[in-house]
């Protein structure tokens, strides 16, 4: 199926710069995100809460990660480093932490304000190598968006 990643991306930014509460603009993009994204098994946003990451809003199995210290798993890594991480096929990365079995990739983009992370969102595909240059751009944009709403 071809995504047209400019107009979903559009219409998320007037979806979460219309929605003046905050945790409501998060819960709004997860499932504006997930609804476009057919690929986009699970999509959730963690929030940076004294060294952890608590899990918020998400769309998707319910997972046991709920808080991540930072450093640990992907997530925790991502919050580190203040970097996006793709990982292609999750059960190579021994830094992976398992929510579903059927997890093949992720992607974890960290929410950043000024030079802190706020936060970030996990995308989890069933398929392997599931993202790609325009799924990061995509996903890093409405990472800033979210900082500017939220934090
Ligand atoms: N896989 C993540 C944990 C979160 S679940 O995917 C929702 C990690 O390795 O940090």
Known sequence: MQIDYEAVQARIRDVVRSEPDAPRALERAVSEIKAAMPDYTWVGIYLLQGGELVLGPFLGKASPHTRIPVGRGICGAAAAEKQTIVVDEVSADERYL?????T???IVVPIV?????????????DRAAAFDGRDRAFLESIAGLLAEQVG
């Open 104 to 106: 093949r990739s992720e």
């Open 98 to 102: 398992a929510c579903s079995l059927e």
């Open 113 to 125: 304000r000024g030079d802190r992370v706020i936060g970030e969102i996990d995308v989890d595909s």
